[in-house]
């Protein structure tokens, strides 16, 4: 296996990993970022067309123009549920199977259920309970956060449907009410073969961060490792999901922890966001173990080698064009997910990632915070 192909709306972790491990890498992906470029034979980016409407003669077409013939496939986020038939080569992620099983968080929660597993009260949105407390709205499947409200009040649920199906092309019945449930966002990263799995880390998820999006809900990266009474619980769980869906491949699961203990609420069963600050605190390439596992090759748990960090700075009020001054500021610092010269991002569309590692929690948060605080001033 040589020639990589990844597909994806944001698939420059991925890209940096599979050619870190020797891979020639080409893609297919929203922003064709500078550095996706860099660490690529080739990229196209989709910002031309409608990313929503993007269909397997597109994606076929695309494939063709880059003139290779690919030893594989990986699909990251947005594209995990294209027809596996257009491509004439292995596939190295879940089934669409199991796929819509696991991501659409209505049917997730209805198999946590027979399993026993603790997880937030779910509803389809257009049959909600009588609402009595606070209940958060969201995309059943996707989203990363940036459409979640709150909603107190069934006038209230009315109007957010309406809202978030304009803002976000779904319908209403794609989309889910839970409970809120106060507590801390974390992760655990998984490598499973469809039998076993070895955790790889567990991660801080940063969620709405003030100095870094004005979207309450927003993800906004991660912090590895994260310390916590309840990380036995949580793998515990991790690897009983892997096994009953017979998951393979780089998988991650995502924990709300409360007083009380975890509780789980989605799985990302591809690559996750958190890429990037397990592999700076692991010194593991999670590319490789990705594929390794679709051999049956499970690796051994990495240990913590230092703390690694991402972040991932959005524009606020206003909108934000990339120009040279700011440009070369991305080119002198540990940043990511580069925007070329000319980019505008609107308010509450990502800008850049900030990466970091040091030899504690405070050293990476401190420095990403520095370099945002920096970043709003030129911007």
């Known amino acids: 296996m040589k020639n990589i192909l990844i597909i994806g709306y944001s698939s420059r972790n991925i890209a940096c990993s599979a050619m870190d491990a020797g891979y020639n890498v080409y893609a297919i992906d929203a922003f064709c970022d500078r550095d996706l470029e860099y660490n690529t034979c080739k990229c196209h980016a989709l910002m031309e067309e409608d990313i929503h409407k993007v269909d397997r003669e597109e994606i076929v077409r695309i494939m063709d123009n880059f003139e290779t013939d690919f030893d594989g496939v990986v699909l990251g986020s947005g594209f995990e549920n294209l027809e596996r038939e257009i491509f004439d080569c292995p596939v190295l992620n879940n089934s669409v199977r199991q796929m819509r099983t696991v991501s659409d968080k209505k049917c997730f929660a209805e198999e946590l259920q027979k399993l026993g597993i603790p997880h937030p009260e779910t509803h389809v949105a257009t049959n909600p309970p009588q609402i009595n407390t606070p209940m958060i709205l969201k995309p059943a499947i996707g989203g990363g956060g940036i459409f979640n409200?709150?909603?107190?009040?069934?006038d209230e649920l009315e109007y957010q449907i309406d809202n978030i199906c304009k803002a976000g092309n779904f319908k209403p019945d794609e989309l889910i009410l839970q409970e809120v449930i106060p507590g801390t966002a974390a992760s655990v990263s998984m490598i499973s073969d469809g039998k076993q799995a070895t955790t790889i880390a567990v991660n801080e998820q940063l969620i709405g961060i003030a100095w870094l999006t004005n979207m309450p809900f927003a993800y906004c990266g991660n912090i590895t490792p994260m310390q916590t009474a309840h990380e036995k619980e949580m793998?515990?769980?991790c690897k009983k999901l892997c096994k009953h869906f017979e998951l393979k491949g780089s998988n991650g699961m995502d924990f709300i922890i409360t007083e009380k203990g975890p509780l789980i609420l989605e799985i990302n069963a591809r690559f996750q966001g958190s890429l990037d600050s397990v592999e700076i605190a692991t010194g593991i390439n999670l590319f490789q173990a990705h594929v390794d596992a679709f051999k049956g090759m499970l690796p051994e748990k990495p240990k913590y080698q230092?703390?690694?960090?991402?972040t991932i700075l959005y524009a606020s009020e206003k909108p934000v064009t990339v120009r040279k001054q700011i440009s070369e500021v991305f080119g002198r610092g540990r940043f990511a997910d580069i925007p070329k010269s000319g980019y505008e991002a609107f308010p509450d569309e990502p800008v850049v990632s900030i990466l970091a590692?040091?030899?504690?929690?405070?050293?990476?948060?401190?420095?990403?915070?520095?370099q945002a605080k920096m970043l709003h001033k030129i911007m």
């Open 357 to 370: 590692e040091g030899n504690s929690r405070s050293d990476v948060i401190g420095y990403m915070k520095e």
């Open 306 to 310: 230092r703390w690694g960090g991402r």
């Open 149 to 154: 409200k709150i909603v107190t009040s069934a």
């Open 235 to 237: 793998i515990e769980i």
